[in-house]
């Protein structure tokens, strides 16, 4: 009779150690249920704003539209107002001004995680330019290039360039030192240790960082657009405010949310393609 009783219900530490509390310490969720979890964030969000909404005194609901609204109004300004040009026009001055900053932050801040002497050197530098809101560079850019395309790139390039150099700087300097004395003591050149040995070991680090940077840029985007700007989400949004269409508004602040969102799965899509590695010794 005991060992069947022992059978049937299992002991008591047992049921608390399977069960799955919402507030465990290292312990990433599942793929399906990290999905489940993020839909229901988002419902979430999207459930308080509409509570917001039909809070709101109805005179002024205008200034908290609800959410059908602004998606109705994201269709109108695609549909009817040519959106889509605005935001493959933001999208390439993003993903452009950030291509440019990747092509020199990247490599200069290997070498500066590479040789001490050129971080010496340089970083003094470059940290003292991390402090420096780059909307603070607007009056000099529209001096140099006027209400002009530069000054948007520029503006754009200057928000994540410093960041991204002394993150790559710290990637670089993760990477264990054992690989560099292994390869050292094995008699390689430095030109192969930096291209074959840290590069490929501080990539995956590198491109978190380029991911989480180009978060970034994407929050200037607004404020490079307003510098003489007559298209993009950003050109938009500002007529908008003139005339008080708040769902406008919303709505351009809706549409870069999403972009950004697609931004930051196009980048784990190419982590995960291209340290495919890296992504099974996380798990």
Known sequence: MEDSNATKSPPKDDLIRNKERFFELLSPPSARRTAILGVIGALAFFGIWEVGHYLTPKSGQRFLPAVEEVLGRLHYLYTEKGFLEDVLISCMRIFGSFLAASAI?????????????????????VSGWRYLPAASFIPLLLVWFGPSEGAKMG?????????????????????????????????????????????????????????????????YLVIAEIVGAQDGIGAVMMRAGRFLHV?????????????????????????????????????
Not at 161 to 166: E, P, R, V
Request: some cysteine; glycine content about 8%.
């Open 155 to 219: 503006l754009l390039f200057l928000g994540v360039i410093f960041f991204l150099i002394a993150m790559v700087l710290d990637n670089t300097e993760a990477v264990r030192r054992e690989f560099i004395e292994a390869a050292l003591t094995m008699g390689a050149s430095r030109k192969r240790i930096v291209l074959e040995v840290v590069v490929p070991a501080a990539a995956p680090a590198i491109i978190d960082s380029m991911r989480t940077m180009i978060a970034v840029g994407w929050t």
């Open 247 to 283: 769902d406008i508004i919303m709505a351009g602040i809706l549409m870069i949310g999403v972009l950004g969102v697609l931004t930051d799965i196009l980048f784990r899509v190419l982590a995960h393609l291209l340290f495919p590695w890296n992504v099974a010794r996380k798990v």
């Open 105 to 125: 932050a990247v490599p200069l801040g290997i070498a500066m995680g590479c040789f001490g002497n050129l971080k010496a050197l340089v970083n003094p530098t």
